[in-house]
């Protein structure tokens, strides 16, 4: 009989390598079992020597390369909950997973595949080829959309308003969630095109899904100082665009980095890409009779203003190695390129100057996020808009850290 959990827990922090050695592998049900409760009480017994050894064990039981593992359902189950927690997912044993414990529909559920299913009938009239790149690019932004923001947040943002939401209709909720995927996907689209990590054919699709995203903002009950306000945020949006093709670019060895560091990491220079995600909010509160000059609305916008600041800072900071070796320029490598001459020592400088600084910038935005949503006292339910910042934080990699781990895991892993 394998040592209860507390002996596990015990006995590991007098010998680390203790659980790696003493878990009953040869019951792989219990070995979970054990994990998913260290996991849950002491997770910085999970080490990357572990990982190692817990990989080699799921590859001598595995019926399928990602799964299931075993033929008993409880089993990969239990499995299952431990990748996740590590932030792993594999797509074989979620599949299985799926087939044997198909998820009950929820009322949020059933209006994110309807929205699904909306999006990809808009596509009908193109050609066949055409439909099924679409679908897609569809598929794979909703599957990347982990906490449904870009679907459901005109719905989250409903629910935050309690008794004055009621008076927006549910079709109004669709269709701005249905025109938020088409900007997300428009922009994302463009993106790509210009980091040159998708081919200019696909630029005349960006255009059809903002053109879309536009079409359904056209139909929808707004003030003529919402219009202007919409106008103003794609203007910005556009000009972010050109901004960053004529000054976020160098190529390597490039001495002179024309632009100052505050032109990248300032709020307005990490929002102003992404903000018109703040129209659908902003619309919803300008049909209950709260138009964008009102401190209601000027409070959520702020408030949408820091939270997009501080995720593009996150994105960027998680970012660093790949932007840098690619020639982009953001907030978190411009410091690094105009203080280093020599690319060997980017990544220390960064690690040691640049990491503290910027998490500790991008902290202080969440900070000024929160408090303009509790200046937004039309706001009953906040929960639904707080859930936005929360991972903001989890979501940063500590990069020297994650380097070292890595390490130790491939060398355990070798090692055998």
Known sequence: MPPTVGQFIASTKQKPDYLENNLPYQNPIQTF?????????APE?????LLARITKFLLQIEINPGGPYTSDPATNRAIDTFLSSQNIKLEGLKNYLKKLFPLKPTSRGRLYDHLARQAETSARYFPQPTRTLVKNKIR????GDHDQQILLLPYFFKLALGAKGQKISSQTIQDL???????????????????????????PLANWFLKEFARIYGQQKQSPNFKRLYLQISAQTDYAQIWELEKGRFQPGEKNIFASSASYQKPSALYRRSLAHSLGPLLLLDQIKYPP?????????SFFKYYLASRQLWDDINDFDSDTKRGIITAA????????????????YFLSSELPRLARRADRYQALARSQLQGATIIKYPIY??????????????????AGEIN??????ENG
């Open 33 to 41: 079992q054990i994990l998913n409760q260290i996991q849950t009480k």
């Open 177 to 203: 969630g249905l025109a938020n995927l088409f900007l997300w996907l428009a922009y994302t689209n463009y993106d790509d095109i210009i980091d040159n990590d998708s081919d200019i054919k696909t630029l």
């Open 408 to 413: 130790e895991f491939l060398k355990a892993y």
């Open 140 to 143: 794979e932004m909703i599957d």
């Open 385 to 402: 808009l707080e859930k936005l910042l929360t991972p903001l934080k989890q979501r940063a990699l500590d990069l020297e850290t994650e």
């Open 293 to 301: 000059a009102t401190p209601d609305a000027k409070a959520i916008l």
């Open 45 to 49: 017994l999970i080490t990357p020597r």
């Open 333 to 348: 490598n411009i410091r690094v390129l105009r203080n280093v001459s020599d690319p060997q020592k980017y990544q220390n």
